[in-house]
């Protein structure tokens, strides 16, 4: 539906596909792009300290996004921006240090004339415009992707918000809109959240209680099994299910820990191939590694785990730990909080 705000009428293209924090494309933000009209009547009142019109201008950025094919990382890093430098407030004025700056992102004369500078779309679109010029931005850390932009006088300055920005975007990406419009999410998602491998697979083991498999496991097993690819699953990719740092990196265990301070596990890789090393920011995605059998393993495959113990998310908070193996949850229900299927039927099955 349609809703007439101001005398303009608001159609939102989103990314789907989260938020870590909660749902980005019909799933999470990220997952492909589908076209969908937001009520604004819906906006919440207040979130992550923005008021309604404040989200409606990061809406009307992610749109902007959208139509230039930026993924939801960019978006989250215009939204992330623009807070930093307005609140998400179209201001009419600058500062001492910039007196002809102006909008949401406070770009100068020089970015375009004043309407483009002061229309958050038009703003929007200048900033995307310059990001994607920047070598390298999709794995710099935000705050310094955007200080390329920007070109402001302490990199580090956005930084702070870059948790209310993946916020914003994840919040906004998943209100409820009417049908969407073939979104799909799950792998090749480059938002937030994607699953680990491409397809097709199997889910050769769940979560839960299975006995003793005879190599030494806990009989309770803490994740969920990927395998059963075309040619042999060893060798093949693995990528972030989520965005964070990776913790550890070790032969056959590499952890990578969420901003909202959850973690997810990916085991049994060899470390020979890893792509990222203990330190490292990594977004949704990227490639971690290949599917192994290093370990306590029974043949090639990728045991994925997530953790909650101290989340600051209170919707993941809120998926039962394992009283068995405290602080782990079933994955499943993971992806299911952001509308993604772990085995979706078009490209998986399972085994048992």
């Not at 700056?101 to 309407?115: E, H, I, M, T, V």
């Not at 906004?172 to 994607?194: K, V």
């Not at 769940?206 to 099994?225: L, W």
């Not at 090393?277 to 994925?304: F, K, W, Y």
């Amino acid at each position: 539906m349609k809703a007439l705000v101001g005398g303009v009428v608001v159609a939102l293209l989103v990314a789907f596909g989260l938020s870590i924090f909660g749902g980005g494309r019909s799933c999470v933000p990220g997952a492909g792009v589908s076209t969908v009209e937001i009520d604004p009547s819906n906006l919440p009142n207040g979130l992550a300290g923005y008021g309604r019109e404040q989200l409606l201008n990061a809406a009307l950025i992610m749109r902007s996004g959208q139509a230039l094919d930026v993924d939801a990382r960019g978006q989250t890093i215009a939204v992330m921006t623009a807070m930093g430098e307005s609140s998400l407030r179209v201001l009419e004025h600058g500062d001492e240090a910039g007196p002809d700056s102006l909008g949401l992102f406070q770009q100068r004369d020089s970015w375009g004339s004043r309407g483009d500078r002061l229309d958050p779309q038009k703003s929007a679109q200048l900033f995307y415009e310059r990001l994607v010029q920047v070598s390298g931005w999709a794995e710099m850390e935000p705050t310094l992707a955007a200080h390329k932009v920007q070109r402001n006088a302490d990199p580090f300055h956005y930084r702070r918000f870059w948790d209310a920005a993946q916020q914003v975007v994840t919040a906004l990406g998943g209100l409820p809109a009417g049908e969407l419009s073939g979104a799909s999410c799950g792998a090749g998602s480059n938002g937030p959240i994607r699953l680990p491998i491409d397809g097709p697979y199997g889910i050769t083991d769940k979560f839960g209680y299975r006995g003793d498999i005879g190599v030494g496991t806990n009989p309770f097993h803490a994740g969920i099994d990927f395998a059963n690819m075309p040619g042999g699953s060893c060798g093949k990719p693995v990528f972030a299910a989520a965005g964070g740092q990776v913790t550890s990196a070790s032969n056959g265990y590499l952890s990578v820990q969420h901003p909202d301070h959850y973690t997810v596990i990916y085991m049994h890789m060899p470390a020979s191939t890893y792509k990222v090393r203990a330190g490292d920011t990594v977004r949704p995605g990227q490639q971690l590694g290949e599917i192994g059998t290093e370990g306590q393993s029974t043949g090639c495959h990728l045991h994925l785990a997530v953790t909650t113990t101290g989340t600051t998310n209170q919707q993941i908070a809120s998926i039962p730990q394992s009283t068995a193996r405290p602080g782990y949850i079933d994955p499943a229900e993971f992806y299911r909080l952001f509308g993604v299927d772990v085995c979706p039927s078009d490209r998986c099955s399972y085994a048992n």
